[in-house]
């Protein structure tokens, strides 16, 4: 199903390509995404890299996980999702994320069934580039619950290739709102993966089996998964491309202080955060 024939027919879709900013900033690019589209403006979707390099946190992620010493030590910048689950290490080389945002009311409402369709332009993507991926199949069981890599693999939402994972997609919905994000590994860095992390005692050989990159199953560059992402989300929304307003930079700079780059907010125990 592309939007051109499903419920996100006739909408105006603009597709930000990928844009080089530290985390904190797409983290509210992301925010403010969302509440353009809520407002009326146009839908977007958008390829990203992290640079610096960044440890992305779960929302309700404990800090004590983090590693903080190592990750200054190696300038590995730390922000906060707004989505759940475990922390994602986004290496500036290694990873493509994406994210697509949308007015609640044009998704559908069962969490399964938004999944499925916004994660059908990153299966495509995939095939574009001549890697067989899908979502796994069955649970696969966690090996290191803080890492979103090493938690428990879900049929709705984990996308694997020859049963590694390779691609995590995460959803949050406001109130008028979806924005879902993902991360695509391009190339496998596991120790760097694992070193933003504290306290896992897991090894580089555990997470090279839990965990494989673009690189390692196609000839191609990051350049070529770039545009291969690219593609796909314009194909599938039918998106022209666009940029952000000098008025959604400015609020998102404003979130970046706010929430996203604020220490305080990154690093507030779950039990404290509103």
Known sequence: ????????????WRLIREE??????????DEIAAETAAA??????????????TLSLGYGQDPDTVDWAHCDEEGVSVTRRQTGGGGIYHDVDGDVSYSIT??????????????HLLCEPILEAFERVGVDADYVSESVPEIWRPACYLRQLHPAHDIVAEGRKLSGNAQY?????????GSLTYSVYADDHLGVF????VSREQFEERVVGVDELADVSREDLVAAVEESLADWADADVGSWTDGELERARARVEEKYG?????RRRPDDRS
């Not at 504290?198 to 005692?201: F, I, M, T």
């Open 262 to 266: 604020n220490d305080e907010w990154v």
């Open 40 to 53: 009326g403006g146009p839908r977007t979707v958008r390829v990203y890299r992290w640079s610096p390099s």
């Open 173 to 181: 919905r406001r109130r008028d709102a979806v924005v879902q994000h």
């Open 102 to 115: 949308a007015p609640k009311s044009e998704l559908p409402g069962d969490l399964m069934d938004a999944y």
């Open 20 to 29: 080089a900013r530290d985390g904190p900033m797409q983290m509210a690019l």
């Open 1 to 12: 199903m592309t939007a051109e024939s499903g419920p996100l027919a006739d909408r105006q």
């Open 198 to 201: 504290s306290g896992h005692g």
